[in-house]
């Protein structure tokens, strides 16, 4: 009997699982975006790990003699799979050792405090609400999160602060210049998650100073995005 290239029943399905995997991972970002967060990203996370699971699974099936004239189809089915395996590397490899918190500032003794960005978060949103754990758990995670010190006055640190912001494409939706507050939104590029920030400037005898405070509308864990936005902050802000 002559043998085929003819792929099997087994690699057939793979690709088609292999596809729908693929398509399932737009799909899952979109649920994010319309507001399904945990729906999404569960999703998300379960079209990766399929991923994964489809390339194990081609990888046996290469090592397999009786599918040694399949193997270019085998091939072509691991390279469906391959951008979903990649981006949950990517996703574990991101995840370090970071602390479950989602709210991150420079002043952990007198937190800036939001005026404005109840309105802009809605009742479901994150608590606003200083945890002492959470501040615990930043001072051990993040010390290099402080207060910015500037021999500007405190009228230049703010309009410096507000130009700082934009350059960052931070979207502000609220200034006080006389109270020396600043509120701004950021969203992420992919999942468009919301994390709120407010910049408070002050000065005393010392100086002008500047502080931050990062805290992000959805979830328990931020992944260390808002600390790595406010070190952006402060490098920015540097003369």
């Known amino acids: 009997m002559t043998k085929t290239n003819t792929p099997g029943v087994l690699i057939n399905w793979t690709g088609y699982i292999a596809v729908t995997l693929l398509l399932l991972l737009p799909v899952s970002v979109l649920t994010v975006r319309s507001g399904a967060w945990q729906q999404g990203l569960l999703l998300y996370a379960l079209s990766c790990l399929g991923c994964v699971l489809v390339l194990g699974l081609c990888g046996i099936l ?33 995840r370090g ?14 937190p800036p405090v939001f005026t404005m960005a109840m309105a802009q978060r809605g009742e479901s949103a994150n608590s606003l609400e200083i945890d002492p754990q959470a501040i615990s758990a930043q001072q051990q995670a993040y010390p290099d999160v402080q207060t910015i010190r500037t021999s500007l006055d405190i009228e230049a640190a703010f309009d410096r602060a507000v130009a700082v912001a934009g350059d960052l494409g931070w979207d502000i939706y609220h200034q006080d210049r006389n109270a020396g507050v600043i509120e701004a939104v950021e969203t992420t590029a992919i999942m468009a998650f919301k994390d709120d920030i407010v910049i408070r400037v002050r000065s005393n005898a010392q100086g002008t100073k500047v502080d931050l405070r990062s805290v992000s509308r959805v979830g328990i864990g931020d992944i260390g995005a808002n600390a790595k936005r406010i070190r952006a902050f402060q490098q920015a802000f540097a003369p």
């Open 97 to 110: 050792d970071y602390p479950p918190i989602h709210d991150v500032t420079t002043d952990i003794k007198d």
């Open 62 to 94: 290469l090592l397999l003699p009786r599918y040694a004239n399949a193997r270019g189809a085998i091939l072509g089915r691991m390279l469906i799979a391959l951008p979903g395996a990649v981006l949950l590397i990517s996703l574990l490899a991101g």
